[in-house]
């Protein structure tokens, strides 16, 4: 969990961070992959809610949390959720390894207004050992995302922890759709909006603002309209995007993915494969072969027939 600090074995030390969204510019949350010894961890009290997720073998653990107390076997994808301002303290039976996952308030809340939660529902509540597919779901696509060489836009991780602050919350979301898609002209608004931004970072909350509607509200309606996520379709706009420049021939690859809104060279080339089954350098290729002029031709004399004109030995 987060910010542990070693109390009744000093020697084993705090947890080691094997992977971290520190540099990977996500905005009010983050995620950690911890190593952790056998041991016991007091974790004090903190401004953020706190998430773990057990990852691997199956432990013996000893939790200790707002005063209730569970012995338990952790198995692979148990979730803990420890809200701000509560401390905990954890005794584990042999190594492990948690994904740590932490949500600022401020972001939790604004997610909480975005649902249209009632003050009683929005709220995140301490729960131990939870055993739930889709929060399992959402957290090995955040855990994916530390892993990768080439992470994806902020805007995907964004979309991820909206999602899990929505699972979190007791009670339904009540929103209050009068439709199940965008009208044709707030997702014109949307899809213009995005081809004029694709060089910058853009966010869930700046693109529902553009219609007037709440963060989920509006992934919901993008998705029903567009067939795909956000997320998705503002990565597919900027392979696109690249394609065309790298077609056009003026600019360097690198040039190129800062153009289109990729984080640095391989980042572009690692979508570019994924989703056209192409490199840049391929498609730069196959643009340069194309403008090649072609090689003048020659009858040949009494039969009528083109041949090419070979180049001289």
């Not at 759709?177 to 869930?204: G, Q």
Request: hydrophobic content about 40%; charged content about 25%; glycine content about 6%.
């Amino acid at each position: 969990m987060s910010n542990a600090t070693p109390a009744a074995h000093p020697d084993h030390g705090v947890p080691v961070i094997l992977r971290s969204s520190a540099e990977r510019g996500w905005q009010g949350f983050g995620a950690s992959l911890l190593e952790i010894r056998a041991g016991t961890y007091r974790i004090p009290a903190a401004e953020h809610h706190r998430i773990g997720v057990h990852i691997g073998g199956p432990v013996r653990a000893d939790c200790v949390c707002d005063g209730s107390r569970s012995a338990r076997i952790q198995a692979h994808g148990d979730v803990d959720v420890i809200p701000a301002g509560l401390p905990g303290q954890w005794t584990d039976s042999a190594d492990c390894r948690i994904l740590r996952i932490s949500i600022s308030d401020a972001f939790a809340r604004a997610t909480f207004d975005q649902l249209e939660l009632k003050p009683s529902q929005g709220q995140i509540r301490r729960r131990l050992q939870v055993r739930d597919p889709r929060l399992q779901h959402i957290a090995w696509a955040m855990a994916a995302e530390l892993e990768a060489e080439d992470a994806s836009d902020p805007l995907y991780a964004e979309s991820l922890c909206t999602a899990l602050v929505a699972r979190l919350v007791d009670g339904q979301p009540a929103f209050r759709e009068r439709r199940r898609t965008l009208a044709p002209k707030a997702a014109a608004r949307v899809i213009d909006y995005v081809e004029a931004n694709l060089e910058r970072r853009m966010t869930l909350a700046e693109l529902a603002a553009l219609v007037s509607i709440s963060v989920p509200h509006f992934k919901v309606l993008f998705r029903e309209t567009l067939g795909m996520p956000v997320h998705q379709y503002v990565v597919r706009r900027r392979v696109e995007r690249a394609k065309a420049l790298l077609l056009e021939g003026r600019l360097s690859i690198s040039q190129i993915a800062l153009e289109a809104g990729f984080a640095h060279q391989s980042h572009m080339a690692n979508w570019m494969n994924r989703l056209l089954g192409a490199t840049p350098r391929e498609i730069a290729r196959s643009a340069a072969n194309a403008t090649l002029p072609a090689r003048p031709q020659r009858c040949q004399p009494g039969t009528g027939r083109i041949e090419p004109r070979l180049p001289p030995n």
